[in-house]
């Protein structure tokens, strides 16, 4: 190899070496939120694998179903984030993501919902009774829809449970003829008033390899 062709080699080494380290650096704020390796908010940051979105100053995720949802904070060092719950639209019991049925993510990305989300469920169908879920009087979704009575969830059906492990960590479906309406508290606490609980849906990455 001439010095020609080793100067070539060596431009051409350095060129991919710096390529290799931008695209391992994390992405510019996102209005006032910081945006943490390896969230990629475009091509040339982050890992792409890890897609978020900035829309209008406003960091969102992407479900499966083509639906946004903000994302309300970011806990890096533990690898999760929250993302805000959809809006349950007023006096209908309708889910904002109702048309789409509800929150579904791609199974093959890196990110799936944790087991500390609590979830309620509204405007439900009496065949939900024959499942596990908590749709007892005492049920948190009871002390909900007193509270967001303008929602027009108050006195339908309503049940809860904590996604858990067993459960599928990849969606939180709603549909008519089901459940038209959820919301998500993460780490419910039951001692907690209702004006205190943390809205959100909290998913979780894998880390990349």
Not at 1 to 11: K, T
Not at 41 to 52: A, E, F, K, Q
Not at 68 to 94: D, E, G, H, M, V
């Amino acid at each position: 190899m001439n010095v020609r062709e080793m100067m070539s080699f060596l431009i051409m080494f350095v060129l991919v070496s710096i390529s290799h380290v931008s695209a391992l650096e994390a992405c510019p704020n996102c209005g006032s939120m910081q945006v943490p390796y390896p969230l990629s908010t475009n091509d040339n940051c982050g890992n792409p694998r890890y897609r978020v979105y900035c829309n209008n100053g406003s960091l969102e995720f992407l479900s499966a179903q083509k639906f946004f949802y903000q994302i309300l904070s970011i806990n890096p060092s533990a690898y999760k984030f929250i993302i805000r719950p959809p809006l349950i639209q007023k006096n209908t019991c309708y889910s904002s993501d109702l048309d789409v049925g509800g929150l579904l993510l791609d199974e093959n990305s890196p990110f799936n919902i944790s087991t500390h989300n609590t979830v309620m469920l509204f405007n439900c169908s009496e065949t939900i009774l024959l499942s596990p879920l908590n749709c007892s009087s005492i049920s948190p979704c009871r002390q909900f829809e007193k509270v967001e009575a303008e929602t027009g969830c108050i006195d339908t059906l309503c049940c809860s449970f904590l996604k858990d492990s067993a459960m599928t960590s990849h969606r939180i479906r709603v549909r008519v003829g089901g459940c038209t309406a959820y919301t998500s508290v993460v780490d419910f606490n039951p001692d907690q008033i209702v004006e205190s609980w943390n809205y959100g849906i909290e998913l979780q990455w894998v880390p990349p390899n």
